[in-house]
């Protein structure tokens, strides 16, 4: 298992934003909340159902999206509209 503290725009640790990679899944957490999923192996990336609960978690979400997703997704509504397009899956179960 791996566990790494995001780091923000500024390059400082991002309190409370964790990576786990475990078993060929990516997940990045928020407080604690699983946000979004990779499943490395199909490479099929899920967005779970509180991505937009606060702004910090919004602006985080973008992070780990440009830093190791490769995505360059500029605001919430580009997530929005990737997930309507089938880009991103999205789940309300998480």
Known sequence: MKLEQL???LGNSACNQVV???NGVRIFFSYGTPI???NLKTNVLTIGKKYRY???T???LLI???DYED???RSIKDVDQLIE???FKHTNRW
């Open 7 to 9: 780091v923000n725009d």
């Open 20 to 22: 786990v990679t475990n």
């Open 36 to 38: 979004c999923k990779k």
């Open 54 to 56: 606060s702004k910090t």
């Open 58 to 60: 919004m602006k985080h």
């Open 64 to 66: 780990y999206l440009r």
């Open 71 to 73: 995505k360059y997704v």
């Open 85 to 87: 397009r089938g880009v």
